[in-house]
Structure formats: structure tokens, C-alpha cells
């Protein structure tokens, strides 16, 4: 079974300019995460969704949005990029039972430099 | 690859030896733990989680304890491998499906 798929794997953008990030979760996964992981760093939250619902928004701006699709994946949107916006932008999908954890699955991630 | 993290801790063990890897946690309040594992150019791997109601868990040559008291979690590794040689992330949270917080991560190279 394939595991969690993103596009692009790398992608060079200048100041100011907008990305689109892209997500395909585990087949039967109905929750999407999106995780930014700067260099020398663990993960850090930004989104996360659920039913195509927001379920939760990590401390980032608002030039940071995203929505997931009636089949499950997702976008991750940045607006007006700065250089601190460079980083690993990680997504991963859950089979969450209610009111219960399970592990997040991450894909490979979109290695993002803005110059 | 790239490399995952520059200026993390390291751990520096012999093959074959058994590694321990430590982690303290912030929050009093999680009640479920994970911890990952992240090569070069690879998103972070789900090895093994524990919840709060257990302080022991194992699993394929991995050995996870929690000691809720301290607020520290570890992680063993036995019989390390070369292809252990990675950075491993700590990660905790909530019931609910609340976001993972991640820990600074440490690096584990096996020495041939």
C-alpha cells in the first residue's frame, strides 16, 4: 500500500511569491496533519484536519491556510513567503478512533526554500 | 541526503551494543507518547507509542518507558544496527487527537 504522498519534493521560491503544497494521505486515513520542520528542529504543528473540518491551527499567520478535499487530500497554501518560511513542510495522515490517538504517518515532505 | 538536524545531541554507540535514548516531556498533562525515527531526506518513521496507563512497552527490538513522575520517556534500542543511525524525535499528546508536540530530537550514530 503506498504510504503518504506529497508534491513537489523540492521547490525554490522567491520573497513575496505564494506555494501550494500537496498531500495524499494512507488509503482509509480520513485525518491530515501538516507539520513545518526547520533545520536542527523536530516538527512543529501548523494544521490539522479532519472530514474536511479544521480541527486544530498550530501558532502560524494567517498567510498560512489549508483545506482538505471530499477525498481525503489536502493543500497547505503559504502567502506572501519570507525566508524564514524555508523549511520542511511535512504532511501525515491518522485513522483517529474517537476520542482516542493513533500515530501520525508522515510522508517525505516539501523541501521549501525561498531565496 | 540532507541532513536532518546539525547541531542536536549525539549519541555515539558501538554496533551491537544496546542504545538509550532520553526525552523529558513538558506537559503533566499528555497521556500519549510516540517516538520517530528521521534519515536524511525521509520524513520522521513511527516506531513505537505509549499511553499514560502503561509505563513499559515493546516492541521488535525497541523498548519504550515512561516514568510519568519525572516526566521522562526513553527509548532502548538493542543490538544497534548501522541502519539504526538516524534522529530520533520524542513526540507527546492528549486524548482528543490534539496535535503531537515534538521534542529537540537526538542523533544516533552506530560506529561500525
Known amino acids: 500500500d503506498a504510504g503518504v504522498t506529497q508534491s513537489p519534493t523540492h521547490l525554490i521560491k522567491t520573497r513575496g511569491q505564494q506555494v501550494t503544497l500537496r498531500c495524499s494521505p494512507i488509503?482509509?486515513?480520513?485525518?491530515v496533519s501538516w507539520y513545518q520542520q526547520v533545520l536542527g528542529q523536530g516538527p512543529q504543528f501548523i494544521f490539522q484536519?479532519?472530514?474536511?473540518?479544521?480541527?486544530g491551527r498550530g501558532n502560524f499567520p494567517d498567510r498560512f491556510s489549508a483545506r482538505q478535499f471530499p477525498n481525503y487530500s489536502s493543500e497547505l497554501n503559504v502567502n506572501a513567503l519570507l525566508l524564514g518560511d524555508s523549511a520542511l513542510y511535512l504532511c501525515?495522515?491518522?485513522?483517529?478512533?474517537?476520542?482516542?490517538?493513533?500515530?501520525?504517518?508522515f510522508g517525505n515532505g516539501t523541501r521549501l526554500t525561498v531565496t | 541526503g540532507e541532513s536532518v538536524g546539525l547541531h542536536l545531541p549525539t549519541l555515539s554507540v558501538q554496533e551491537g551494543d544496546n542504545s538509550i535514548i532520553n526525552c523529558a516531556y513538558s506537559?503533566?498533562?499528555?497521556?500519549?507518547f510516540i517516538w520517530y525515527k528521521q534519515e536524511s531526506g525521509k520524513g520522521p518513521q513511527f516506531i513505537i507509542d505509549i499511553r499514560s496507563n502503561m509505563d513499559k512497552r515493546q516492541g521488535q527490538r525497541v523498548t519504550v518507558l515512561l516514568n510519568k513522575t519525572v516526566k521522562h520517556l526513553s527509548l532502548q534500542i538493542a543490538a544497534t544496527q548501522p541502519g539504526d543511525s538516524a534522529v530520533y524525535f520524542c513526540a507527546e499528546g492528549r486524548s482528543g487527537n490534539t496535535p503531537l508536540v515534538f521534542g529537540k530530537g537526538t542523533r544516533l550514530s552506530v560506529i561500525a
Open positions: 506537559n503533566s498533562a499528555s497521556d500519549y
Open positions: 488509503s482509509g486515513h480520513k485525518s
Open positions: 501525515a495522515s491518522s485513522s483517529p478512533r474517537q476520542a482516542d490517538n493513533s500515530p501520525l504517518h
Open positions: 484536519y479532519y472530514e474536511k473540518e479544521e480541527r
